[in-house]
């Protein structure tokens, strides 16, 4: 994949939340952005994890790699107090991190919601983006920008999607009232609502490869969308062109949110 080089992120630290291995969009972001100069620190959620993304974020030189699982407020909070004790300030923050129990991203929303996963969904899904929010904005006095990662399951009904359709949709919400508290601060808070890509989190949706061939042939552009595409995006909202942007939601999927009735289907 190629991310053209240039200079945007020059003299720009931020950290980036949710790569897991190379398919991850969070990693096209930071390559986006390690291209434009940006220098970048990493979190992982656990051991396991930490032994594929180690390698991809020191081969783009980053060496400020913390643990952080999202669902513990001790490590959340330790792990900001690394990046400060290091960095004492940050201009960005990357949060691409969703989890649902895959047993119940399939089916029927209302019959096979749990309580337990209802809220786990959102604890991590949505709730994360607001308390990781709340930790880098007391690193950036100075203004910044912060994006997520959310998709169309907030507006519209997609098969199987389910309970994670119901936390994008609070995470989008949440951008909108995050951006209203740290505007003043100078911070833009953005989200990125991307077209199905090839990743882990995908692959724990029931048919969910499916839908990166329904999203290209549905799209208006008749394409899938691409890594390079979330990430210029990324990148447009993170750096000084994303200035007067907040509280956004951008589409980055070929089109596909505005198709009513897909070609072929009007009959
Ligand atoms: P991915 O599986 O590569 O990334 C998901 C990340 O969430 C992983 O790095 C995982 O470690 C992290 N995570 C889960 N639970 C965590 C926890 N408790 N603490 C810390 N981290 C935790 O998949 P991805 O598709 O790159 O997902 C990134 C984001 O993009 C997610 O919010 C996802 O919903 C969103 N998204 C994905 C698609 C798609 O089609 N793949 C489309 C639109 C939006």
Known sequence: MAYPTGNLMAGKRGLVMGVANDKSIAWGIAQGL?????????????????????????SIGSSLIL??????????????A??????????????????????????SFTENTTRENFLRT?????????????RASKMM???????????LGAERVIPSYNVMGVAKAAL??????????????????????????RTLALAGIKGGRDLVGTGRNWS???EDTTMEGI?????????????????????????FHVVGVPDGLEA
């Not at 390690?34 to 020191?58: C, D, H, S």
């Open 34 to 58: 390690a291209a434009q100069g940006a220098e970048l620190a990493f979190t992982y959620q656990g051991e396991a994890l930490e032994k594929r993304m180690r390698p991809l974020a020191e």
């Open 67 to 80: 643990e952080c699982d999202v669902t513990n407020d001790e490590a959340m909070d330790a792990a900001f």
């Open 82 to 107: 690394a990046l400060e004790k290091t960095w004492g300030k940050i201009d960005f923050l990357v949060h691409a991190i969703a989890f649902s129990d895959k047993n119940e991203l399939q089916g």
């Open 122 to 134: 959102m604890d991590i899904s949505a709730f994360s983006w607001v308390a990781v929010a709340k």
């Open 141 to 151: 006095q100075s203004g910044g920008s912060m994006i997520t990662l959310s998709y």
């Open 172 to 197: 989008e919400a949440c951008t909108r009232y995050i951006a209203r508290d740290l505007g003043p601060q100078g911070i833009r808070v953005n989200a990125i609502s991307a077209g199905p890509m």
């Open 220 to 222: 208006l552009l008749k």
């Open 231 to 255: 990430a210029g995006c990324a990148l447009w909202l993170l750096s000084d062109l994303g200035q007067s942007t907040t509280a956004e939601v951008v589409h980055v999927d070929a089109g």
